[in-house]
């Protein structure tokens, strides 16, 4: 019979909500890892080192990090698309600060705005997904990472391409163009939905949680369930490393490629693209993770990145890197899905935003030194060293993960 446009219409009319912040997750993922493929144009540009550009990275993952539980509870008490359309209207401003910045300060400031703009979005994306799907949220959650780290794909690859026929620049003032017209969509959407106005708590608390003159003191307790959940904190730990690993690598993973194995820039470009593309896999671990256990899947996935970046370091044949490299992408964007699905089951719904702020405030308040970590590792031994202490981290998540199941 073929795709009907009725089909087509109804599809996209119980979708959309995954379509819109799936794009934007896109682009706040996109204006992330421009960076690290232009580490090596800061440091010529502005005169610093490897340490100074890691921490640059690392002010923008602790800005990032830092609004997590503002933004978790803003958007328990005021609903999450309020909380999505503000980040993205402040992370569209930053784009243009730090295109416009004249010195390696600003741009400092630049990066700090852009954490700060970008940190909300997944806190209360997260909740809002898990309620609208609860009958498959793993595979809801799978689409917007997958989506979302196709940015980081997309990221180095619009770095050479701009890069060759523009000025470095161009690459924020595009994005915080193509930024500025997804928040317009979404809020547009949004507005015309009373089930997601920007003004109301979120929809399936009930009137009476509502009306209660005890639904604040739940709460406040709620958000602190991780204080006396030992699962719940075991599985904080894991995420703590996670989080450390994942922003180690992919902050410095070019340079790493270039100074350690000789590549070329742009095909160091490349192959830090292969290292998103594997985000595809996340549908699909998503997918696995809402039929069996997910502890058992993200500890699949936990071994399979341990592995692959320990070959990483002895490996020098370009076609086992792309292999290896493309291995490890599906160890780390595979677990993101199973991860957020299992916290999501495991958190009283009602606190859903702030008590992810508060744990998503400790992963990646930690995970926010990584880049400065490595970059000093770098400067001080070589990559290898600093990469190793990223593959000691994950064969720890690994036991821990063994332990919880």
């Excluded at 703590?240 to 350690?260: D, H, I, Q, R, Y």
């Excluded at 985000?279 to 996935?301: C, N, P, W, Y």
Aim: with cysteine; charged share 10%; glycine share 10%.
């Amino acid at each position: 019979m073929g795709l009907q446009p009725s089909r087509i219409r109804r599809a996209f009319g119980e979708y959309d909500l995954v379509v819109f912040v799936s794009l934007l997750w896109f682009m706040v993922q996109f204006l992330r890892f421009v960076f690290p493929p232009l580490f090596g144009t800061f440091q010529v540009n502005y005169d610093v080192s490897n340490a100074q550009t890691g921490i640059l990275f690392t002010a923008l993952m602790l800005a990032y990090s830092s609004v997590q539980v503002p933004a978790g509870l803003l958007g328990d008490r005021r609903g999450e698309p309020a909380v999505i359309v503000g980040g993205a209207v402040l992370f569209t401003t930053a784009a243009l600060v730090v295109a416009a910045s004249p010195a390696y300060t600003i741009l400092l400031g630049g990066a700090v705005l852009l954490g700060l703009g970008t940190g909300p979005h997944k806190t209360v994306t997260i909740p809002l997904l898990s309620r609208r799907y609860s009958d498959n949220h793993g595979l809801a959650l799978g689409v917007m990472d997958t989506i979302g780290q196709l940015g980081g794909t997309v990221a180095p690859l619009a770095v050479v391409a701009i890069t060759t026929v523009l000025f470095w620049q161009a690459v924020f003032i595009l994005g915080a163009g193509v930024s500025a017209l997804l928040c317009w969509l979404f809020y547009a959407r949004v507005k015309r939905d009373p089930k997601l106005t920007t003004n109301d708590p979120i929809e399936n608390r009930s009137n009476e949680e509502n009306n209660s003159s005890d639904a604040t003191g739940d709460r406040r307790q709620g958000y602190w369930t991780i204080l006396r959940n030992r699962s719940l904190l075991g599985f904080m730990v894991v995420t703590v490393t996670f989080t450390f690993a994942w922003n180690g690598v992919s902050a410095f993973f070019p340079l790493f490629l270039a100074s350690e194995k000789g590549l070329s820039s742009d095909l160091s470009g490349v192959l830090y693209s292969v290292l998103f593309i594997a985000s595809v896999s996340q549908t699909i671990t998503g997918g696995i993770s809402d039929r069996i256990d997910r502890l058992s899947v993200g500890f699949s996935l936990f071994v399979l990145a341990f592995c692959a970046m320990g070959l990483i370091l002895v490996v020098d044949s370009l076609p086992l890197l792309f292999v290896l490299t493309a291995a490890a992408g599906v160890g780390f964007h595979g677990f993101r899905p199973v991860r957020d699905s299992y916290l999501m089951e495991i958190i009283p719904t009602e606190v859903g935003s702030g008590t992810l702020g508060i744990i998503r405030t400790c992963m990646t308040g930690i995970g926010a030194l990584a880049p400065a970590v490595v970059g000093i590792l770098s400067d001080a031994i070589d990559f290898v060293a600093a990469f190793s202490v990223i593959i000691g981290l994950l064969a720890f998540g690994s036991a821990v993960l063994l332990v919880l199941r």
